[in-house]
């Protein structure tokens, strides 16, 4: 796999395998597999004897001595070339298909809005009703269509942050007021944000906020409250988007924010979406080292949090 021949490679150290920019995860598998820890399916990439890269998955387990010490450890390699490749390819798909429907969209968007100017301006009731509906869908259509062209972006690893200071006030009115428009039926508050300044990537937080406030209204079908509140924690601001809402046992709340998973639950049987909104939350808080958080009580609601440096 490598393009060694055994004389070549044996008593030499096995970094010579691992590309320079991926040394660093050596010392931290090693830390696992010391605490007796079994590393499975890491994917990483390795290195050939030609310095062609190549992408892998290792499997990494302990040995035991007969006293159960451990005395060394065994590393299985399997080259994945090939299912990387599958990925990206299915990737760029989905980020060409959803930024091609982006276009035809955003010009829909437009026109509707034109048009229930004008019917509010000849007070045409039915055309106000109907394009408002036909707003607050296409609006949907919209986050959604975003979130698969970043999935993409995050998948092939070409999601990159454009850090800037900004009021998290501003943004948090400016999130409430998107999601307010989504429900009716549902009370959006903010408080405590006032005066905090952050430094991050306006864009993607707020993507972040939209994505819990769209689920706060979503889980909770019989409306209620939904707070966003920030708290100050020495130089970190914690923010919190609390809802009334059905809730998640303990044990969905540990899976919620893998890739495609969603709750099977009578309750919300019948609400649409595709398991990635906080997949995506999640992976944007960790390129910001920081990371989302849960509580909940089924039947009484949901609190996500997480916190960000201030300025
Ligand atoms: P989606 O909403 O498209 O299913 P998400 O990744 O945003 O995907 O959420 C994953 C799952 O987590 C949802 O299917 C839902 O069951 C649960 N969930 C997310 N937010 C809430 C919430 N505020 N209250 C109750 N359940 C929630």
């Known amino acids: 796999m490598y393009g060694y021949t055994a004389d070549e490679i044996i008593g030499r150290s096995s970094y010579v395998l691992i590309p320079e920019e991926k040394w660093f995860e050596e010392p931290q598998i090693l830390e696992r597999v010391k605490n007796g820890e079994r ?4 994917e990483t990439q390795r290195i050939t004897k030609d310095r062609r890269i190549f992408d892998v998955s290792l499997t990494i387990s302990p040995i035991y001595d007969a006293a159960g010490d451990i005395v060394g450890l065994s590393k299985i390699t399997r080259d ?3 299912k990387k490749q599958e990925e990206r390819r299915k990737n760029d798909f989905i980020a060409m298909v959803s930024h091609e429907l982006k276009t035809p969209l955003t010009s829909m968007r437009s026109y509707i809005q034109v048009l229930l100017g004008r019917a509010k ?6 055309g106000i009703n ?3 509906r036909a707003n607050v869908q296409s609006k949907k259509m919209t986050n959604m269509i975003q979130d698969f062209l970043d999935l993409a972006r995050l998948e092939n690893g070409r999601i990159t942050l454009t850090m800037e200071v900004f009021e998290l006030d501003e943004l948090m009115k400016e999130a409430a007021a ?3 428009f989504l429900s009716t039926a549902h009370t959006i508050r903010t408080m405590g944000c006032e005066g905090i300044k952050v430094k991050a990537d306006r864009d993607k937080i707020g993507q972040v906020l939209i994505n819990l406030l769209s689920n706060a209204i979503k889980y909770s079908p019989k409306g209620g409250t939904i707070d966003i509140s920030c708290t100050r924690e020495a130089e970190r601001v914690k923010v919190c988007i609390a809802d009334e809402g059905v809730g998640i046992s303990l044990s969905e709340q540990k899976k919620l924010f893998n ?4 709750v ?5 049987k019948t609400v649409s979406g595709f398991g990635i909104g906080l997949y995506l939350v999640s992976e944007i808080l960790q390129y910001h080292n920081s990371k989302i958080e849960v509580e909940s009580t089924e039947g009484k609601g949901s609190k996500f949090y997480f916190s960000l440096e201030m300025c």
């Open 259 to 262: 890739r495609f998973y969603r």
């Open 178 to 180: 998107d999601a307010q």
């Open 80 to 82: 994945i070339t090939e």
């Open 39 to 42: 590393v499975q399916q890491f």
């Open 130 to 132: 109907a394009l408002t």
């Open 264 to 268: 099977k639950n009578e309750s919300i």
């Open 121 to 126: 301006n000849n007070d045409d009731s039915f």
